[in-house]
């Protein structure tokens, strides 16, 4: 494995340079009210006010920069810069994002069937295609949410395989079976750069190039006063949650910046496929891959979302539009209150984004040059640990489908989207509902519905550790179609499911599957204990 990375950087071991003194307030009438509102006012005053609010926030972060070692100060520099346009972006924004009335269906031509394009098959050889390729893997979350320490991907998910395990497998496989080299690039953040490096070791037998490079890293910014709370740019001790990663809408300004999407264009690389690392079923696929290098009309596709058709699980997830004649991703957050029930209906907007993203390297680069790639900003307001509430401005990388030329849409079966964001989800995808070969999980045949069963497991499943205590081993879920577990319950080995299936165990009681039990429709309550004797 040739392994390789570009513009990856991490905490400063020296000693920080001592800031001067941080203004304690912004100036008079300045307040989150005021500025972070969809609805801001464009008279004298409001313009004023951003205007001084701009001009404080730019002496703030020249602040910071002045900390930075001289090893440290171009990419802070490029980092600061992004932010800096974020914020901007924000304060000149004037009434919502989306205006209701003016959201049209997505016509029919620009979300194509997946059955379409794979009934036309694979013309000429495989290997010219891949040939042509870059495998992107957001890498940048922590597995903080399951209750595990470290890089998400690190975390088993099947036969001890972890998430990067998997992706490996699945790129060597395409390589050692059409004899190409597609490589493998994973976007990680300052959370995940150290940690994700030292386990690449392990790859280096592997028939897969791996790079890595970094997202941006942005100052939080305090609720109250609208300033970073950072104290300098260490991101551990006090400093330890002044800095985040901005969302994966970074990936274009970092990718470009990291100097690999330059190399990958002179190697003759032409397109991105872009997806989540804890999506199991975000595979390279060389129907849609086919499809974007030779079009049926002619007309190159400069970026493709997949999407795959909404149930009452996925009523949250964004989905496609015309707006302002341009294909455009919708997400809930941009929904106005009064129509949410709306944007959530299963009827009137039927797909969803799954964020598999085919996009094109030569569009990536002409739009970076040309200051173009604008996406919706994502105000995500957070409590830390000491209580203080801050703000973090972010963005989504679907979100700039509206930026590319002939964009399009794919519906795609429900297979390319299995994601693993709770242990509920991990349940699913360690049992006998799927088998595992070179990497990618497919859906048992013995499955008579090819539906995924619905599974909830209560708190006492949230971390990893806890999960895999309580489950003996994974019951046998191939005729499952609900699952509710509530409290303090343990399977033990070789348990069924079927049907639908509700354990809840009040406060206070337990409940013990016994090995080898067979549920089917059946609702479990009260207490049940097995004791060894």
């Not at 000693?15 to 307040?31: E, K, N, Q």
């Not at 609208?226 to 985040?244: F, M, Q, R």
């Not at 999506?279 to 493709?304: M, Q, S, W």
Request: proline share 5%; hydrophobic share 35%; charged share 25%.
């Amino acid at each position: 494995m040739a392994t390789g990375e570009s513009g990856a950087r991490g905490a400063s071991t020296r000693p920080p340079t001592p800031l001067p003194p941080a203004p304690s307030h912004l100036p008079l009438g300045v307040s989150l009210p005021s500025v972070f509102t969809t609805t801001m006012s464009k008279g004298i005053s409001a313009q004023f006010e951003c205007q001084e609010l701009e001009s404080t926030m730019g002496k703030e972060l020249t602040r910071l920069l002045q900390a930075a070692s001289p090893s440290e100060q171009e990419q802070m520099k490029k980092d600061i810069e992004g932010f800096q346009k974020l914020f901007r972006s924000l304060l000149q924004r004037r009434g919502p994002s989306v205006e209701w009335e003016k959201i049209q269906k997505a016509p029919e031509d620009s979300i194509q069937s997946y059955d379409k394009i794979q009934t036309q098959g694979l013309l000429g050889d495989v290997p010219p295609l891949l040939s042509k390729l870059v495998v992107v893997k957001l890498n940048g979350g922590l597995g903080t949410s399951m209750g595990c320490k470290g890089p998400k991907s690190l975390i088993s998910v099947r036969n001890e395989n972890t998430f990067l395990d998997l992706t490996v497998l699945q790129i060597e496989h395409l390589n050692r079976t059409y004899g190409t080299d597609v490589p493998l690039v994973l976007m990680n953040s300052f959370n995940t750069d150290e940690d994700t490096k030292k386990i690449l070791q392990k790859y280096r037998q592997s028939r897969v190039k791996i790079y890595t490079f970094n997202q941006s890293r942005y100052p939080r910014i305090d609720k109250e006063s609208l300033l970073p709370i950072a104290k300098g740019l260490s991101v551990s001790g006090d400093n330890a949650e002044a800095w985040y990663p901005p969302g994966h809408g970074d990936i274009y300004a970092s990718f470009y910046n990291s100097g690999l999407l330059h190399t990958f264009l002179q190697e003759g690389k032409e397109y991105v496929f872009v997806s989540n690392i804890d999506n199991l079923g975000a595979t390279v696929d060389l129907n849609i891959l086919r499809h974007l290098l030779n079009p049926p009309n002619g007309r190159r596709c400069e970026f493709l979302m997949e999407v795959t058709d909404k149930t009452r699980a996925d009523v949250k997830g964004g989905t496609l539009i015309q707006y302002d004649g341009k294909l455009r991703l919708l997400e809930i957050a941009q929904v106005p209150k009064a129509h949410v029930d709306e944007f959530k209906s299963v009827t009137k907007f039927k797909i969803f984004n799954t964020n598999n993203l085919w996009i094109s390297l030569a569009a990536i680069e002409r739009l970076q040059k040309e200051n173009a790639i604008n996406m919706e900003i994502i105000l995500n307001p957070k409590t830390l640990d000491d209580g203080r509430n801050v703000i973090q401005l972010e963005t989504a990388v679907g979100a700039a489908i509206k930026c590319f030329e002939n964009a399009l849409g794919i519906n795609v079966p429900r297979s390319r989207f299995l994601p693993v964001k709770t242990t509920s989800d991990l349940m699913l995808v360690m049992s006998n509902l799927y088998s595992l070969n070179a990497g990618s999980l497919t859906m048992s045949e013995k499955r008579e519905f090819r539906t995924v069963p619905l599974v909830k497991l209560g708190s006492s499943f949230t971390k990893v550790q806890d999960y895999l205590k309580r489950l003996e081993s994974i019951p046998d879920i191939l005729e499952l179609d609900h699952l509710t577990v509530s409290g303090d319950v343990t399977f033990g080995k070789q348990v069924i499911l079927k049907g639908t299936v509700i354990i809840i165990a009040n406060h206070g009681d337990r409940i013990d599957i016994p090995p080898g039990a067979v549920l089917e429709n059946k609702i479990v309550s009260g207490n049940l204990r097995i004791l060894d004797h």
